[in-house]
């Protein structure tokens, strides 16, 4: 079993050097986890290393792609408004904010 | 470029630590450190943009040997460019490989350079000896409160021995390391500033006490700058209504503040790769990423909103008539000529 890089990841490398087997490198300006080498961080430490330090929620997904850190677990701020902040800002305009 | 001597006398050509120098000398921040060890919430960490004028953003992330082909250039178009500081787009000190390859860099090349750094200081206690050991003589510390209960309710979360820590955990760590480290620096002759984020409701009362322990630790300044909040920069605190304060209210809190550290009012709460001048930046000169193509005319043009940049919000601040919550965002803003940039400026 490996975790994942999802696209959401922006890119802020604090995962790389957390990593206990070296398992994630950099790729075409894109972090990516070599699921050869990944562990999922088990014998190594309690909780997975990129997971934890990774300030950017869905962006580490497991095998299945369900995120460790799903929307509103880092932040705070609740899926719906994040998921409306990032609908006005893909549209261009900000008006529809609460 | 003046020959420095003392502590005292780096302090009086560094423009954010002397409210004279900022009028003289300039500053580049490099954008060397994307990577950060806590959460703040006011801060997102989607830090790349080009337009927006706040901390934490920048438009690209150099590496070290980038950094230093860019104080090269700043140098040239600045003569007068007596700091290099680092300054995110995360933490200084949660990027320690890239933070010490920059500094030894810089160091060797632009002797006279004074070298800063801002953190959170959660890693200071482990690398303030080492920051000194590179030629760091100011280091800006973001202290927010000292109280856990009020931390907690700025900082969710900090990454911590391998854990992601969560609450009053994670601010009593905090706390902890930050007061540690700021002693290290003290005793180490290091000028060390606090910033503080004023926020209205969280922190403000509390401030005042914050302000007199970290004079009585040996803080030579401390910078209390108004939360910046607009929901257009996505953060907690723009997106769950949280305002910042009016110009009034900044003026009052500073006033509390009745210890040694003098208050610092000419902050222009700048972005982490900002270039010249406080109040005039000029970072697009010396961005190498290609335009974004939605801003671009295709003829590689680029033009740039007249946002609340380095104009709007900071004219707001200093006429003392910013909005207790603004509400346009940076591409939503009327008034005003774009600038359009040709790409032999870019």
């Not at chain 1, 990841?9 to 604090?14: H, I, L, N, P």
């Not at chain 1, 309690?46 to 932040?75: H, Y």
């Not at chain 2, 350079?113 to 690398?127: H, I, R």
Request: hydrophobic content about 40%; charged content about 15%.
């Amino acid at each position: 079993m490996a975790y994942a890089i999802h696209a959401t990841c922006v890119t802020c490398w604090a995962c790389l050097p957390e990593c206990p087997n070296d398992a994630i490198h950099e790729r075409g300006g894109h972090l990516v986890i070599d699921p050869v080498l990944c562990t999922e961080c088990t014998g190594d430490h309690l909780d997975p290393q990129c997971a934890s330090i990774c300030p950017v929620e869905e962006a580490i997904v497991d095998a299945t792609g369900t995120p460790l850190n799903p929307l509103g677990s880092l932040t705070g701020v609740p899926a719906q408004v994040r998921l409306a902040y990032t609908a006005a800002h893909e549209s261009g305009g900000w008006s529809c904010l609460p | 470029m003046p020959k420095h001597t003392t502590i005292d006398d780096r302090t009086a050509t560094h423009p954010c630590y002397d409210g004279e120098a900022h009028q003289k000398y300039a500053r580049l921040h490099l954008a060397v450190a994307p990577a950060c060890n806590i959460q703040c919430h006011y801060c997102n960490r989607k830090y790349s943009c080009a337009n927006e004028s706040r901390p934490g953003v920048v438009a690209e992330v150099l590496t070290p040997k980038q950094a230093l082909a860019r104080v090269a250039a700043v140098k040239v178009r600045f003569p007068q460019l007596t700091v290099v500081g680092i300054a995110g787009p995360g933490d200084a000190l949660a990027n320690p490989d890239r933070l010490i390859t920059t500094c030894s860099l810089i160091r060797d090349a632009f002797p006279e350079l004074m070298l800063c750094l801002s953190t959170n200081g959660l890693a200071l206690p482990a690398q303030a000896a080492r920051l000194v050991d590179l030629g760091v003589h100011h280091v800006t510390v973001t202290i927010n409160a000292l109280d856990p209960t009020v931390t907690a309710r700025i900082h969710p979360w900090i990454f911590w021995e391998h854990r992601r820590r969560r609450g009053l955990e994670a601010a009593r760590i905090l706390i902890d390391n930050q007061l540690a480290g700021l002693d290290i620096l003290v005793a180490k002759g290091v000028a060390v500033k606090i910033n503080s984020v004023l926020i209205p409701g969280v922190n403000d009362t509390h401030l005042p006490e914050l302000n007199e322990v970290i004079s009585r630790r040996g803080a030579r300044i401390h910078n209390i700058v108004p939360l910046l909040s607009d929901p257009s920069f996505g953060t907690y605190h723009g997106l769950m209504g949280q305002r910042g304060p009016t110009p009034s209210e900044v003026a009052a809190v500073r006033r509390a503040c009745r210890g040694t550290a003098i208050q610092m009012t000419h902050c222009r709460q700048c972005r982490a790769d900002a270039v010249g001048l406080l109040g005039a930046d000029h970072h697009a000169e010396f961005s190498t990423r290609h335009p974004p193509a939605e801003r671009c005319d295709g003829m590689g043009h680029l033009t740039v909103p007249p946002t609340f940049s380095t104009t709007a919000t900071m004219l707001f601040h200093a006429a003392g008539t910013l909005p207790a919550r603004s509400t346009p965002g940076p591409f939503a803003v009327a008034g005003g000529e774009p600038r359009v940039l040709s790409p032999s400026s870019l």
